[in-house]
């Protein structure tokens, strides 16, 4: 019955984004997880627009596979042309005004939804899947799904799944009023296995030189979460040092959405100071507990951005 109840709030809720209520039903979890495999198997070019209240990108994505190994290109429309070049596990970065340089990773995340990537039934621990009927985006017909939490500490995301091919045409990241926070939208689709000749143009690339990665530091400053949202676990901790001062930093995510916490040493603040501002997507809240000031930066509402800073513990 809660499922059902849902289904229909969320129908009343979003008239606007012209579902079909007479469009027959689907299993949400599947076309997702039909999306996932879409995305890492097919042979695809994408162009699409990312979109914030203050901001506006556009990009190509271009995806192969082939013998086995993966290749992909991501190059910006707009302003000066930066691009972004995967071969199987080396991602490369060529930007202006900057040294190349090459990362170990088997994706490019940058400009894409997390969602593409998520595991869905890890997911479904924190999120209800509600399936919201039929849509067209970018002259395609698409299934439109409802992401949400079962709790208030996080934002919902709604998207929009090719039927046909299962690639993802549209993701919203709303907050909990159903404000746009951040949309990826595609505006040109294109499958074919003759894109496959890119890797040639690829392969001919030179490589920049491959970055040291950052190891997984304990942290100096002697510090840890004391408190998460369900589901979100530590993914890299690190220790820097900017003019003279150590930042520990630590980074979490649930799947879907991603914050990071940094921790210094107080310069001259009175204790319980905060800060606090919002970037579209991007909560940036700052307090100072003791002798420490805590900085959230993140995709969390500010309630669960607070709670979460308060609550870091320290040891001697």
Do not use: C
């Amino acid at each position: 019955m809660k499922k059902i109840s849902l289904k229909i709030i969320a129908l009343w809720l979003f008239p606007f984004l012209g579902f079909s209520a007479f469009a027959d039903d689907f299993n949400a979890k599947q076309t997702l997880e039909k999306m996932a495999h879409a995305v890492n198997e097919l042979n695809y070019e994408i162009a699409f627009v990312q979109t914030s209240p203050s901001n506006m990108d556009s990009f190509r994505y271009r995806h192969i596979k082939r013998d086995n190994k993966t290749y992909a290109q991501l190059v910006t429309l707009d302003g000066e042309q930066q691009e972004i070049i995967q071969r199987d596990n080396l991602v490369s970065y060529f930007q202006p005004n900057s040294r190349a340089f090459t990362l170990n990773s088997g994706n490019i995340v940058d400009a894409l939804p997390a969602i593409i990537r998520s595991d869905f039934d890890k997911l479904a621990q924190n999120y209800d899947f509600i399936p919201l009927g039929k849509n067209r985006i970018a002259g395609r017909y698409a299934d439109g799904i409802r992401i949400v939490p079962k709790d208030d500490f996080r934002y919902q995301y709604l998207v929009f799944v090719d039927e046909e091919n299962g690639l993802l045409l549209r993701g919203d990241m709303l907050d909990r009023e159903g404000k746009l926070l951040d949309q990826f939208r595609v505006v040109t689709l294109y499958i074919d296995d003759r894109l496959k000749g890119l890797t040639d143009y690829l392969n001919k690339v030179s490589m920049p030189p491959l970055l040291n990665e950052v190891k997984n530091t304990p942290p100096s400053l002697n510090w840890h979460a004391g408190w998460l949202p369900q589901g979100f676990e530590s993914v890299r901790r690190s220790q820097d040092l900017f003019e003279g001062e150590v930042i520990d930093s630590a980074l979490f995510s649930d799947g879907l959405f991603t914050f990071t916490l940094y921790v210094t040493q107080a310069q001259g603040s009175q204790p319980n100071q905060e800060q606090t501002w919002k970037q579209g997507e991007f909560t940036f809240y700052s307090e100072i507990i003791g002798d420490k000031e805590i900085t959230f930066i993140g995709q969390l509402p500010v309630a669960a951005a607070k709670r979460i800073v308060q609550e870091v513990k320290f040891t001697n």
